[in-house]
């Protein structure tokens, strides 16, 4: 089945505590993105790719790191999490090159984190 | 500023009261406008894209249409599985990025 995997589902930390969140996806695209979601904001791009070894900022991108060392994988690194991260995240894919930019993405179920 | 704005913010039908929602946006250089479903607990699963004015889509009792400022997303007759928060989101910019700017959504509640 073609999806969009994150882990975890849920996850409380506390400040400080370094912690990464997993993405992985099985339609081998090339485009792969992280958004938050907070009430009365929507969604917000954090970070995107490409391709492998391609990222770049999207809107939000301060206090998270990305990596795309394989085309499948694109996880999220909050190497110090702060309180106001606390937020539903979104991992989300696409084909992303070529004509097919403008195909559709393709979201993973989401990660709700707690930072205390 | 690119900005993308839904409404209402929450919806609440009778089954079979056919509505619509709307998605207005201003954006310099719309390259696409998306719409979609989100239940709770899951994310957004894609319904319809649109890149004209002018363009319609369908899918059951979804219809999708474009105009130069807005989008409508119209319900007709609905049932309580169409509840969700719809979301609507436009690609703007140039170059190959896929990046979107989403609206907050519209809440739909469909009673039985």
């Known amino acids: 089945e073609a999806q969009v995997t994150q882990n975890p589902r849920y996850l409380i930390t506390v400040t400080g505590k370094k912690l990464t969140v997993t993405c992985s996806q099985n339609m081998n695209h090339e485009y792969m993105s992280w958004y938050r979601q907070d009430p009365g904001l929507g969604l917000r791009q954090i970070y995107y790719?490409?391709?492998?070894?391609?990222?770049d900022k999207g809107d939000v991108p301060e206090g998270y790191k990305v990596s795309r060392k394989e085309k499948r994988n694109f996880p999220l690194i909050l190497e110090s999490p702060s309180p106001n991260q606390t937020s539903l995240y979104f991992c989300a894919s696409s084909h992303g090159t070529g004509s097919s930019y403008n195909s559709p993405l393709h979201f993973g179920n989401g990660t709700r984190l707690t930072v205390t | 500023e690119d900005q993308v704005t839904q409404s209402p913010e929450a919806l609440r039908l009778q089954e079979g009261e056919s509505s619509s929602l709307n998605c207005s946006y201003t954006v310099s250089g719309l390259r696409g406008l998306f719409w979609y479903r989100q239940d709770p607990g899951k994310g957004p699963e894609f319904l319809f894209t649109?890149?004209?004015a002018g363009e319609e889509k369908e899918k059951e009792r979804l219809k999708a249409t474009l105009t130069k400022k807005e989008s409508f997303l119209h319900i007709t007759a609905p049932k309580p599985e169409d509840s969700a928060t719809y979301l609507c989101a436009v690609r703007v910019g140039g170059g190959a990025t896929n990046k979107l700017i989403f609206g907050t959504g519209t809440l739909l509640a469909v009673q039985p």
């Open positions: 790719s490409m391709n492998v070894e391609v990222t």
């Open positions: 649109l890149y004209s």
